[in-house]
């Protein structure tokens, strides 16, 4: 089936769902043009374009993975920042694993704050990094609780003062806690905007006002979970399934991997890998 004029992946209207098939399984399923028949994008794309261009993979995107959210686990705004905080170098089902003895365990950041150290890094142990986790953790809650009466602030800019958080962790948090527009730009997302030819920028702060600037501010959580889940299930680091990709049409960086449907829909991957 072809592409629709609209560049919409065929077979995935309604939903292609992440958790269908097996993987190694084709699970959006849709034909991609070849080379030759790919108009791909521009070296001198107007900006006009860029724009069109950008918001047309978001709504591709947004079809392709109609359950796209955060992978992380929580139930409020003070788990989601400590689960953020715990994923880095990990994964996240390894943190879902250890959140219901955690949050059992300390409930809010007074608990937290108060935590016996030995205790906590026992919780913790098998996410790695136990004592620098712990000591995060410690420092994260006791300075919610010094500064913000135990409460996360919905704010960029207080998110950002507080120990051991940066602004993806904050942004992270703006956008599945308080509902706010936030950009996450992790590994997948800034290597996708690249490939995308949304940016050229590698630091990520740069990613994400280049980013920002082509779509509306109502946009950016969902469109940073649109990506994040196109770059763990699709559109991988080493090995792009670009023959099995729902926006190959769409990206300059056609043919990054393989462009055969067979060898392409054997790296799709049906869950997000971390
Ligand atoms: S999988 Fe290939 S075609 Fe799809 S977004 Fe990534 S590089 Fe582009």
Redesign the pocket.
Known sequence: MPHSAEGLPCGVRGGARADAGAVGAAPYPCP?PGPEASPTPSAVETRTALVRRARKIDRVLAVTYPDAKAELDFDNPFECLVVTVLSAQTTDKRVNAVRPTLFAAYPDAKAMAGADRATLEGIVGPLGFFRAKTDALLKLSAALVEQHDGQVPPSLDALVKLPGVGRKTANVVLGNAFDLPGITVDTHFGR?AR??GFTTETDPVKVEHAVGELFPRRDWTMLSHHLIW?GRR??HAKK???GA?P??KL???????PTDPVAAAALVRTEGPN
Do not use: D, E, N
Request: some cysteine.
């Open positions: 991609v996708l490939r995308l196109h699709i559109c792009p399934a670009c990709c926006v190959a990206c300059p960086s056609y043919g990054t991997g």
